[in-house]
């Protein structure tokens, strides 16, 4: 079999943290405006602010797309090679010590190949057979990787390096403080700018909470040269977490 050498390309989603505190004002009527979409505003001795913050860290879990292809003449042979093929992905995937709760079957599809479907009297069929593979140690995503292609797998797809559920939980109590503090010294600004004194909080909002995902598309091609080609290495950047808050603050003169 042909040794794929794989290259990583790089696609990563990033938010910017932005506070949302630009030109605030200040009034003592109208309750009904407690906050507006550009930023900060104020009524009824209140200053509201809307805030961002954003905090790092290194991806603690990945998962990664692989699959199995066939053509033939008939829809029962590409039925059997997938079934062939899958269960030597299987073994391929049990021997790394994944557990089965990890790896999830995508799609299962067999019909008439491009071929088939562009020019009558040709009998050929494709079909395709992938799985998600999760894996708790990212260190090991090019193990996985190069393990899956000599087991037969020809479909690599995407890499999405994220946050387990904990971290997550952890870092969004992070971004949020971040947030709320980013709120807190642009309320003081407001308020020294306009010589007032803030005279407490009156209400928090917290929302759009977000993971910022690192995702690599990998792409490979076939060499010749079996014994040559290093291991698959993909590094990921930092995944990041993003929240916003608006915090109403009450104000004095």
Not at 20 to 36: E, H, K
Request: proline share 3%; hydrophobic share 40%.
């Amino acid at each position: 079999m042909d040794r794929r050498q794989f290259l990583a390309v790089s696609s990563v989603g990033v938010v910017a943290a932005m506070a949302g505190c630009v030109g605030s004002a200040l009034s003592t009527d109208d309750p009904a405006n407690s906050g507006d979409e550009t930023g900060s505003s104020a009524t009824d001795n209140e200053i509201t602010v809307s805030a961002e913050g954003e905090v790092e860290a290194e991806p603690d879990t990945a998962t990664v797309s692989l699959g199995v292809e066939a053509t033939d003449e008939s829809a029962e042979a590409v039925s059997d090679e997938l079934a062939t093929q899958s269960e030597q992905l299987r073994d391929a995937i049990d021997d790394l010590g994944i557990p089965d709760e990890n790896v999830e079957e995508g799609r299962y599809r067999i019909s008439p190949s491009a071929a088939a479907r562009r020019e009558e009297g040709v009998d050929e069929f494709a079909g395709t057979h992938s799985y998600q593979v999760t894996i708790d140690d990212v260190d090991r995503v090019g193990e996985v990787i190069d393990a899956a292609v000599s087991a037969g797998a020809d479909d690599i797809g995407r890499v999405n390096f994220t946050l387990q559920e904990e971290t997550r939980a952890a870092l969004r109590k992070d971004a949020i403080d971040d947030a709320l503090a980013t709120a807190d010294e642009e309320a003081a600004h407001i308020a020294s700018n306009r010589e007032v004194e803030l005279a407490g909080t009156k209400s928090v909002t917290t929302n759009d909470v977000r993971v910022n995902s690192v995702r690599h598309d990998v792409e490979f091609a076939t060499s010749a040269d079996d014994g040559n080609a290093p291991p698959t290495e993909i590094d990921a950047d930092p995944v990041t977490v993003t929240a916003s808050a608006t915090v109403v603050y009450a104000f004095q003169n």
